[in-house]
């Protein structure tokens, strides 16, 4: 079984440039998340989504856009990336959002911005 | 504000020892908890997920147990191996919230 399968593993970027990071998930789940962990924030939420078609922001949403057309697949784009940026970005998800379904992570893609 | 407390933030013990890895939030209205670990560079891995009715999960060495009252979880690790060498993570979602909280996590060092 693949799970969240996130690519790319390392990515450098200039100030100013765009990329998706891409995340897809082969368990039919419902829910899928996009986290940052930094040293010494842990992990912050981005952006979640409950569904194909339903996205909403989590914590530190700005700078970044997701969309859901399909149950797998959640892409996070940076639309013009900043240093502060720079970060390891975990894709997660679940079967369910609710009380009893664990979050499953994909490896999670390591990003520098210069 | 719904925070989850992770202390200490390193700890190193012999191999074949038994350990407590702690978690604290402030609000003990929550839907459950989860423990992870994460390994150098890899992403996180669950290891238990405690609904609010429950008061304990185990699994094989692993025994992690939920006191909503006082806002604390542990998660306890029997006779200890290097293989367990990790960053622990617990992670808690508080009702009304589509999302969890994380601690920073606690880096085990077991040493043979």
């Known amino acids: 079984n693949a799970g969240v399968t996130q690519t790319p593993k390392f990515q450098v970027l200039k100030t100013g440039q765009s990329m998706t990071l891409q995340c897809a998930q082969d368990?039919?789940?419902?829910?899928m998340s996009w986290y940052r962990q930094d040293p010494g924030m842990g992990l912050r939420l981005i952006h979640y989504s409950v569904g194909a078609g339903i996205t909403d922001q989590g914590e530190v949403p700005n700078g970044y856009n997701v969309s859901r057309s399909t149950t797998e697949d959640f892409p996070l784009r940076l639309l013009s990336a900043a240093p502060s940026q720079t970060s390891v970005y975990f894709c997660?998800?679940?079967?369910?959002?609710?009380?009893?379904?664990?979050?499953?992570f994909g490896n999670g893609t390591r990003l520098t911005v210069t | 504000k719904q925070e989850v407390t992770q202390i200490p933030a390193a700890l190193s013990v012999p191999e074949g020892e038994n350990l407590v890895l702690n978690c604290s939030f402030t609000?003990?209205?929550?839907?459950?908890l989860q423990w992870f670990r994460q390994d150098p560079g890899k992403g996180l891995t669950s290891l238990l997920l405690?609904?609010?009715?429950?008061r304990e999960q185990t699994s094989g060495r692993l025994n992690a147990s939920l006191d909503k009252s006082s806002g604390r979880s542990t998660l306890y690790i029997a006779a200890s191996q290097p293989g367990d060498s990790a960053t622990y993570l617990c992670?808690?979602?508080?009702?009304?919230?589509?999302?969890?909280?994380f601690g920073q996590g606690t880096r085990l060092t077991i040493n043979p």
């Open positions: 609000d003990s209205a929550i839907y459950n």
């Open positions: 405690i609904q609010s009715s429950q």
């Open positions: 997660a998800s679940s079967y369910w959002e609710g009380v009893s379904s664990p979050l499953h």
């Open positions: 992670a808690a979602q508080f009702q009304g919230a589509q999302k969890l909280v």
């Open positions: 368990m039919n789940h419902e829910y």
